[in-house]
């Protein structure tokens, strides 16, 4: 199956401008709910903050990183600054983890006791993130379909609409119910979310730092592509890995028969074209080998028995 890369493009300013107003906007909430949290006593309404509070830090890493990744490649950077989202997006979920348990913790001990909370600024403030969420999901919606990460933060600000409804219903109990208990177990639950978040995300920047293949490519298939191709006789040595966010690249050694031998340049031509037309992968090293002087007992993928 082709690795499809096609995807919807917006002019870079004005993609700038958006996330720049969606952090603004998630700035100014997360300082309003952590004052309204300690005022009012609701840890439910600062473990919102927090979330939030890690959203609007994620948009940031997205800005900064839009602007490097633009730089081109150097004698510094060889294969260019893209990856610089990908370093962030880990240090990101790493912190939402540490943030999901510290709040499951302070949940826990307030459960045993329950503080006295102010359920109208809980539900004020919960009303007031869930504009804003709704807010920052309308303005990334259309700039998600052509990122992995900003999709990420779509995703994530959907889910805060609904924390923050979680919360709404926190402090409406509380003011209907007097059930003071509802905050920490909201917060337990919000906490759980998160952590549900960061760890099936975290494995995506992993992969990629890791130097993995790309998770929705079909190996197999690039390895039959090549060896399919008229006077080849085998390949070895195959390394698939994510350059960036959207590049695949590839470098293997292609084993040649006798006759491919005489018409390199053409199959090296046939191959590149093949890989970029039916997988994406638009870099591509190919080494050369005869069939009669190859690596023996050469492993497919790595490096090894060389």
């Not at 709704?134 to 700039?143: K, R």
């Not at 639950?189 to 995506?204: K, Q």
């Not at 084993?255 to 090296?268: A, C, M, P, Q, S």
Request: net charge negative; charged share 20%.
């Amino acid at each position: 199956m082709p690795h499809d890369h096609s995807h919807a493009h917006l002019d870079p300013d004005s993609g700038d401008r958006r996330v720049s107003i969606a952090i603004w906007a998630n700035g100014i909430l997360t300082v309003a709910q952590i004052v309204g949290g300690i005022l009012s006593g609701s840890l439910a309404l600062i473990a919102d903050a927090l979330h939030n509070f890690s959203d609007m830090a994620s948009l940031v890493i997205a800005f900064v990183a839009r602007k490097i990744a633009r730089r081109p490649a150097d004698e510094r950077m060889t294969f260019g600054y893209g990856r610089v989202e990908i370093v962030a997006a880990l240090i990101n979920y790493t912190t939402l983890i540490l943030i999901g348990f510290y709040l499951i913790y302070e949940g826990g001990m307030r459960i045993i006791d329950p503080p006295e909370v102010g359920a109208w600024t809980v539900v004020i403030l919960g009303g007031v993130a869930l504009v804003v969420d709704t807010l920052t999901a309308v303005l990334t919606y259309s700039m998600q379909k052509g990122s992995v990460n900003i999709r990420a933060l779509f995703l994530h600000n959907l889910s805060d609409a609904l924390a923050s409804v979680a919360v709404i219903v926190a402090g409406t109990l509380i003011l209907l119910y007097d059930m003071w208990w509802v905050d920490p177990a909201i917060t337990i639950g919000i906490a759980l979310y998160i952590l549900y978040l960061a760890v099936t995300e975290i494995g995506g920047p992993i992969r990629t730092l890791m130097l993995g293949s790309p998770p929705d490519m079909d190996n197999g298939a690039v390895i039959d592509a090549m060896r399919d191709e008229d006077g080849v006789a085998d390949v070895h040595h195959v390394h698939l890995w994510q350059m960036q966010e959207h590049e695949a690249a590839l470098d293997c050694h292609v084993v040649l028969t006798d006759g491919g031998w005489d018409r390199i340049e053409d199959i090296k031509a046939a191959i590149k074209n093949r890989l970029k037309e039916e997988f994406g992968i638009g870099h591509s090293s190919l080494e050369f080998e005869h069939e009669n002087r190859s690596h023996e007992n050469a492993d497919l993928y790595g490096h090894g028995k060389s």
